[in-house]
């Protein structure tokens, strides 16, 4: 008895994970404003984006792009220009905007970090998706994506920290 119930809750608190990834989440502005204390992000004059990312409701613009602009990309020497970089947060805390925890580093740099990219043998690949999320394989390609998916040829990919990786000339090919 008691495994069935149990079996059938774990059911449920994964059922409502999925589904609670598409609603909007509640987030504590108390401890955001404290981490965000002297850059004047407060509940009034921000919101938090649909990727979890602080954007000022006058403009739109992500709050800790201005502020790296502003404290961190002005006081360096950085040879190209801002919109050309990332940030990145040192923590992986998206709220805490302070500008020792904000690291301008380059779009693949970020991505390497990220693990998005992967070198290897000298090829760049690029992750696809969790080795568990692939639909249908054969023996010379494996079928990423929904019923009508992306065929991707075997010979192109590799499995590697639980993810696919696809070389980058048959990612942009499939793109």
């Not at 987030?27 to 990727?51: A, H, P, Q």
């Not at 502003?70 to 805490?96: A, I, L, P, R, W």
């Not at 394989?137 to 065929?151: D, E, P, S």
């Amino acid at each position: 008895m008691f495994s069935k119930l149990h079996q059938k809750w774990k059911k449920r608190a994964k059922r409502k994970q999925r589904i609670s990834y598409g609603r909007k989440i509640r987030y504590n502005w108390n401890n955001i404003e404290n981490l965000n204390s002297k850059l004047g992000i407060t509940r009034e004059n921000c919101f938090v984006d649909n990727n979890g990312y602080l954007r000022w409701k006058s403009d739109n613009r992500l709050c800790h792009r201005d502020t790296a602009f502003n404290q961190v990309f002005k006081k360096g020497s950085f040879t190209m220009q801002f919109s050309e970089y990332d940030v990145h947060h040192k923590d992986g805390n998206k709220f805490n905007n302070n500008s020792d925890n904000l690291d301008i580093i380059f779009r693949e740099d970020h991505e390497i970090e990220h693990g998005n990219v992967l070198y290897e043998n000298g090829k760049k690949y690029i992750r696809l998706v969790p080795v568990n999320r692939r639909r249908k394989q054969t023996k010379k390609a494996i079928l990423i994506g929904g019923k009508y998916g992306t065929w991707y040829p075997r010979s192109q990919l590799i499995v590697r920290y639980g993810y696919l990786y696809a070389t980058e000339w048959i990612y942009k090919k499939k793109h």
